[in-house]
């Protein structure tokens, strides 16, 4: 199998060794910086390098796209005019709405993996970097059943935990978890300068370097995520400022009992939160019947995701007349959880 990586930084780099080491893929890079495509020859996360991006996707089966957020939709477009009919085209971006609703085509299916490293750049790339770690999916109406299944097939392979969500909840939720946090740690940061001045930060602020790790992030990526994604990243840090406002009032009011409530409210959500993050546990069989309809796939992708139910794996089986067949999936838990998430979509549900 060929597999195109358009953009071959530390994301890309990673996608490449993983692929070739775990799927026994031949990877073909391309990037639009030489120097990048050189390095990441040498390294070894790619087995060849092109001149274009057509000269990359021709003949491919998958291809993923990595370059940086400005100039990933336009990268992605040019991906799926050269590719063949029969090629997955999906990316890693960081926001998905802006892209998905440009790339309206059954082919493409836009990607997110939760991964990456304090250090950038494709010398850092590794195999493992996904092991375990979520990958978003934002499969729509369009999308390709057949092409959804080879891409998370591939996904699993190298060890990530594929997951479908629409990509207007994905915004939003990464407005909430990644990017504001991204705002708060500058934020801090800027306080203590000016609130410590020329003083050095207190031997006993463990909790400071831990909340701010991530202030300062690459700025040439992080610019454009916030600007990406500014709506729901404005309306995440107009909830923040309600929170810290509510907050404030306790204080005001010295309430010390509301206050230990919220406190402990947090720690509890919080070890919840993490909880739900937690790989492992038993697999259940589960075979749902469809008819042969454009995103049905998705429908039972999506219905899944967002219940958060993990697909393991999954196969498409096709009825000898094309007009319906059945979707195997393998789901963590019971499998009870994953029927009932199921049965809005009036689809027959069968245990393997």
Partial sequence: MKVAVLGIGLIGGSVGHALAER?????????????????????????????SVAEAVGGASAVFVATPVAV??????????????????????????TIVERLDDERFIGGHPLAGAATAGVRHARADLFE???????????TRGTLYERLHRLLSQIGARPAAIDAA???????????????????????????????????????????TRVAGSNTAIWRDIYLANADALVSAIDDAMERLGAF??????????AI??????????RRRLLEGDLAGGEVTELRVSVPNRPGVVAEVAL?????????????????????????VLWVGGDGRDAEALLAPLDLPVARG
Avoid at 132 to 142: I, N, Q
């Fill in 169 to 211: 909840t994905h915004d939003r939720l990464l407005a909430t978890v990644s990017h504001l946090p991204h705002v708060l740690a500058n934020v801090l940061v800027d306080q203590a300068v000016q609130g410590l001045g020329s003083e050095r930060l207190p031997a006993t602020g463990p909790s400071f370097r831990d909340i």
């Fill in 260 to 269: 230990a409530a919220w406190n402990d409210r947090a720690r509890g959500d």
């Fill in 132 to 142: 375990g770690a979520t990958w978003y999916l934002t499969p729509t109406a369009r």
């Fill in 72 to 97: 990933l939709p336009g990268v992605a477009a040019e991906a799926l005019d050269a590719a063949d009919d029969d090629c997955v085209v999906t990316d890693v971006g960081s926001t998905k709405r």
């Fill in 303 to 327: 219905a899944l995701g967002h219940g958060g139910v993990n697909i393991h794996d999954m196969a498409l089986y096709p009825a000898p007349d094309r007009s319906s067949g059945y979707i």
């Fill in 23 to 51: 799927a026994g893929a031949e990877v073909v890079g391309w990037d639009p910086v030489a120097s990048a495509a050189g390095d990441a020859l040498a390294t070894g996360a790619v087995g060849a390098v092109t001149a």
């Fill in 248 to 257: 404030r009032a306790l204080l005001d009011a010295a309430d010390g009992d």
